[in-house]
């Protein structure tokens, strides 16, 4: 079995799977007579092969650290954005696709983990290759995802079972 730790989030490194929602971001514009400051992040792409957005509330249950993976998802026709409420912690566990296999399996060699202390989201970019909520405790997140008759959701089991630990 492998292991992997937890790395601190920062845009920087996890720009390759997508985008981070909040924390320490550039600045934006004052509006509403300078009671709120609008700051753009990425749009969700949701509308491939006709999706729409759907928001949702997940009550996740804690699975702290040290976790094992065993499989990955990913979401090939949309982005997919976990956004926690009241803080609650969270780790993401996040692969490329393997361009071997033109992208239909997790790079496993690319495999990372970001510690996410509750102050901020992701988005993950279409296709990005990822493990499911992992909370470090129980806590509702906001989750924005595409809807559409075709579902859009795949799943891989790793060849390698992952160990994740904390930093």
């Not at 971001?25 to 007579?33: D, K, M, P, R, T």
């Not at 090939?76 to 976990?82: A, D, E, I, N, T």
């Not at 924005?144 to 799943?155: M, P």
């Amino acid at each position: 079995m492998r292991t992997l730790n937890t790395q601190t989030l920062s845009a920087t490194a996890f720009a390759p799977y997508g985008a981070v929602l909040g924390g320490a971001v550039s600045s934006g514009l004052f509006i509403n007579a300078g009671t709120s400051e609008k700051i753009a992040l990425p749009d969700p792409d949701l509308s491939q092969a006709g999706g729409q957005a759907s928001l949702n509330l997940y009550r996740a249950q804690a699975n702290p650290l040290p976790f094992v993976a065993r499989e990955l998802e990913r979401h090939l026709l949309g982005s997919q954005s976990f956004i926690p409420l009241a803080g609650v912690p969270f780790v993401v566990v996040v692969a490329l696709g393997d361009p071997a296999f033109q992208g239909k399996q997790p790079l496993e060699s690319s495999l990372a983990a970001f510690w996410l202390d509750g102050s901020c989201g992701v988005s993950f970019h279409p296709g990005t290759w990822h493990h499911p909520l992992l909370a470090q405790q129980a806590g509702d997140f906001v989750v924005l995802e595409r809807k559409a008759l075709e579902v859009d959701c795949e799943i891989k089991p790793l060849r390698e079972l992952v160990q994740i630990l904390a930093r």
